[in-house]
């Protein structure tokens, strides 16, 4: 029996009413901007040795994403929403060189992975690191941060640094030295933090920071990259009744193709991007951070965020919404964490090659000035295998750590600096090889010319010239001194 005309009329009511709403969802459906953790695998081949297919870890991806060789797109397949593999050229890896790792989601939203990059170094693995002559920069002011990226989009990693409240660019001449670039707009506060994404989705690196106007209070300040080097003031959002923040991780962790944050104060809070430079205050969680990171730490796709502070070492997994499942804890100790200087001490990393995010983070036992760096190996599900440690050195509970692949052997590494005696004129560098299972090697004694150094507010591994070999840059409390490979 055929249905009446009113009821045909609203059975096609109701037909028209689930299309167009799904037609128009789907219209305004947009892709997330996708973000690289940790080291692509391989992180280092031979020169010359072909063609072969990289498999690329992070959260984010979707379908029809595609893997950038220095920013030249690579054939992709899609895995999962955290897993890609590309095809690299033989042509990519004929010589020496570096070869730089972002991920472009398509459009609707989408984009390119702005706040992060993997990096696959071709060269020969050497036995152990020689430095040349470094370049100093900043003498004689405070540099209180440091970050590593390419800022006037020519394919050469520059650096930005603070001396005296100002935010300054030094541009990469691609030998590993830099030429001054500008002045960053705003009044930095130090010490705190700074990171960089593409903010207001113009294909430019841009800043965001605690700045220091009239305050306390604090307010996030966001600069506009042009491009070139320089920036222009953004926006800024909501002050702080605390200190400024002291650490920010930039993520699209609400999934709708705009750049979010997570900053850290007395209390934690997520800043969701609005797509033009500017941020809207979200959520706020009454947790004592000291130090941050983020992954996809159970294997989702979604950001998650890693959390350090006193005494343990906490999760906290992302819903893809912008909020955060409370803080499971995932290691304690009766020693503090973190801390053991003034840089950065809680890194994400993949250590033993299994494409899961795995925790790196000092311990300082100030009873017995001992100094440890300690290694979680991520399971993938959002836990982590027992830690394991190296120690430092017996006395040194003050030191500053980092991670890469400093022989391009493919396996990450640690390397290590701190004052050997009490009148600080003299000074050590380790490093441990990493035996890409998560374990290393005893330690070498890394000569750097010039010694002694104190990396005391951080070490930053980068290829600064291109060649293969990971470059480093130590943090000192009046400069930054810049080493290459030989």
């Known amino acids: 029996m055929n249905p009446r005309p009113r009821q045909l009329k609203s059975i096609q009511f109701v037909a028209c009413a689930v299309f167009c709403f799904l037609f128009v969802a789907s219209a305004f459906a947009k892709n997330p901007v996708p973000t690289v953790v940790g080291p692509p695998v391989p992180q280092a081949v031979v020169p010359g040795s072909g063609e072969f297919t990289l498999t690329v870890y992070g959260a984010n991806f979707v379908s029809g994403a595609v893997v950038n060789w220095n920013r030249s797109p690579r054939s992709t397949t899609f895995v999962s929403a955290r897993e890609l593999k590309a095809q690299i050229l033989a042509s ?13 989601n398509p459009p609707p939203g989408g984009g390119t992975s702005s706040s992060s990059y993997g990096l696959v170094e071709v060269h020969t ?24 990226t390419d800022f006037n989009n020519d394919g050469i990693l520059d650096f930005i640094g603070e001396r005296n409240g100002h935010i300054l660019t030094m541009l990469g001449n691609g030998d590993g030295t830099f030429r001054f670039g500008a002045v960053a707009p705003g009044q930095y506060y130090s010490p705190g933090a700074i990171a960089y994404g593409d903010f207001n989705s113009d294909g430019n690196e841009d800043l965001v920071f605690g700045a220091n106007w009239n305050g306390p209070p604090f307010k996030l300040q966001v600069d506009l990259g042009d491009g ?12 702080f009744n605390g200190p400024s923040p002291y650490g ?16 850290i104060t007395y209390t934690l809070d997520v800043f969701l991007g609005n797509g033009d430079g500017t941020l809207k205050h979200s959520m706020e969680y009454s947790v004592g951070v000291l130090y941050l990171v983020s992954a996809d730490f159970n294997g989702d796709g979604i950001l998650d965020l890693a959390l350090a502070w006193d005494h343990g070492i906490y999760v906290m997994l992302g819903n893809g919404d912008g909020s955060f499942q409370k803080p499971r804890t995932v290691f304690s100790s009766t020693n503090f964490l973190g801390g053991c200087s003034f840089g950065p001490s809680f890194f994400v990393t993949d250590f033993n090659r299994d494409g899961k995010a795995d925790l790196a983070y000092c311990e300082s036992d100030y009873p017995q000035n001992k100094g440890k760096i300690w290694v979680l190996l991520g399971n993938g599900d959002g836990t982590f295998k027992k830690p394991t440690s190296i120690i430092v050195h017996p006395y040194a509970g003050d030191f500053s750590f980092a991670a890469g692949d ?57 290829d600064f010239n291109s060649d293969g070999l990971l470059d480093f840059i130590f943090q000192q409390p009046g400069d930054v001194v810049v080493f290459t490979q030989r």
């Open 228 to 239: 070139n080097g320089a920036f222009r003031f953004g926006s800024r959002s909501r002050q």
């Open 92 to 104: 990519d890896v004929a010589t020496a060189t570096a070869g730089y790792i972002t991920v472009t």
């Open 406 to 462: 400093f022989n391009s052997d493919g396996k990450t590494d640690l390397m290590a600096n701190y004052w050997t005696s009490g009148n600080f004129n003299q000074s050590e560098t380790d490093l441990f090889l990493g035996n890409g299972d998560g374990t290393f090697q005893p330690k070498k004694i890394i000569n750097l010319p010039g010694q002694p150094y104190n990396a005391e507010l951080g070490i930053v591994p980068a």
């Open 248 to 263: 920010i991780v930039v993520g699209d962790f609400n999934r709708d193709g705009n750049l979010d944050l997570a900053a």
């Open 125 to 148: 693995p050497t036995a152990t690191i020689v430095a040349k002559k470094p370049h100093v920069y900043f003498r004689g002011g405070a540099t209180w941060v440091f970050l590593a």
